[in-house]
């Protein structure tokens, strides 16, 4: 969806310092939380057309292999999860490699393709209380940096909450900051239980509904942080990212990492479009 205005109000560029508790409650981490880039939600309104269906290059870094932790934020993960965190541990798991991650590998950067290599260091949960509102980036960013205040480098945070979607317009988002100086991508997930909004079409896969959408949306952020990480890489000329050009559309069969399936929109490829190529023109899921 649109890239630089936002259905909710979101901090941009924001300089914020806070304490860290226990062991380290001296030290005090600096975080820096770019915008956020939001997954519209079905019906919500999005930017304009664009001018050319082709995505842009924009001269910043793509991912060149990607390591994963997620985040499961919120009192009621460690009572009442349901399948959904074994089953995003699984989706990280098995995503790497696969030839839906290769969908986003023609994307380039001065270093060189996109790569489809993604590692899983497994989650963690924070029983604290999420938000009970669409929280800023900032406040992702620090949840990050609670758990992880000297994160990997370029490694991507996914934070998982319990709250439900609400008013929201979008399931989903996108972004990029800084810890310490360290630089870290990082994306946010409302629990999309029985959420019509957000819903690709029920319980598919063998996973519960919540997973299944889930599931969907997860892959959506992944592939933009793989082909535009800090915002400023690959999109379309009104702002659209590459899991957006091809969002609420999916192919005839189900996406497989391995033993596990995944009902999961595709995404947009230049290279598809071109040749008249895709289960629509310009979106491809690797099936």
Not at 218 to 244: K, V
Request: hydrophobic share 35%.
């Amino acid at each position: 969806m649109w890239r630089r205005a936002s259905l909710i109000s979101v901090l941009s560029l924001a300089l914020i310092s806070l304490g860290v508790s226990g062991a380290t409650a001296s030290k005090r981490d600096v975080l820096h939380a770019n915008t956020a880039h939001e997954f519209a939600a079905k019906g919500a309104r999005v930017g304009g057309a664009s001018t050319s269906p082709n995505l842009l290059y924009h001269g910043g870094p793509v991912q060149h292999g990607s390591s994963v932790r997620a985040i499961f934020w919120g009192s009621s993960w460690p009572t009442s999860a349901g399948d959904k965190i074994t089953g995003i541990d699984t989706f990280y798991n098995g995503v790497g490699g696969t030839n839906y991650a290769k969908t986003n590998t023609e994307y380039t950067d001065s270093v060189g393709n996109v790569s489809a290599s993604v590692s899983y260091a497994g989650h963690q949960v924070d029983s604290s209380a999420a938000p009970r509102r669409a929280p800023s980036t900032s406040a992702v960013l620090a949840e990050v940096a609670k758990l992880y205040p000297s994160p990997t480098p370029g490694g991507y945070y996914p934070v998982y909450v319990d709250t439900k979607r609400g008013h929201a317009g979008y399931c989903a988002w996108h972004s990029s900051g800084t810890i310490n100086g360290i630089q870290v991508q990082f994306a946010f997930f409302f629990n999309l239980d029985g959420d019509p909004g957000c819903d690709p079409g029920g319980a598919l896969g063998g996973h519960s509904q919540g997973l299944t959408a889930l599931g969907n949306v997860t892959g959506h952020e992944l592939s933009e942080m793989l082909t535009d990480p800090r915002l400023n890489a690959w999109y379309d000329s009104s702002g659209s990212e590459n899991a957006d050009k091809c969002a609420w559309t999916f192919g005839s069969s189900l996406v497989s990492f391995g033993s596990s399936s995944w009902k999961i929109q595709g995404n947009w490829s230049n290279a598809a479009y071109n040749s008249n190529a895709g289960y629509q023109p310009g979106c491809i899921d690797g099936n």
